[in-house]
Nanobody
Framework: QVQLVESGGGLVQAGGSLRLSCTAS????????MAWFRQAPGKEREFVAA????????YYATSVQGRFTMSRDNAKNTGYLQMNGLKPEDTAVYYC???????????????????WGQGTQVTVSS
């Protein structure tokens, strides 16, 4: 059973940067599709970025396109989310998730992922 641990969240001023990490144990990340989601207070969990295990490209939400960059290091069994140009509306708990069997058309859907980390808080002050 793969387990995920996120880290790297914190408090940053608007315009600043953070890099989130998602380290996996009990499975190799290169065997999984991986995604980042976020959830702000009172809102539903929303898609941020993802990559499918069978394809080399990354997919982003329109709201973060050009500011956030997802990557992963298979040797470290870790995925990353580099967040630049942070805005107050980016404030949320950020979660990473993985799944082995999802199809490409479901990559932006939270319910498609079976394994989740505990989340890391990102707070952007104005």
């Amino acid at each position: 059973q793969v387990q995920l641990v996120e880290s790297g969240g914190g408090l940053v001023q608007a315009g600043g940067s953070l890099r989130l990490s998602c380290t996996a144990s009990g499975g190799s990340v290169n065997m999984y599709s991986m995604a980042w989601f976020r959830q702000a207070p009172g809102k539903e969990r929303e898609f941020v970025a993802a990559t499918h295990r069978s394809y080399g490209r990354y997919y982003y939400a329109t709201s973060v396109q050009g500011r956030f960059t997802m990557s992963r290091d298979n040797a470290k069994n870790t995925g990353y989310l580099q967040m630049n140009g942070l805005k107050p509306e980016d404030t949320a708990v950020y979660y990473c998730a993985v799944d082995r069997g999802l199809i490409l058309s479901s990559i932006r859907t939270a319910a498609s992922y079976d394994h989740w980390g505990q989340g890391t808080q990102v707070t952007v002050s104005s």
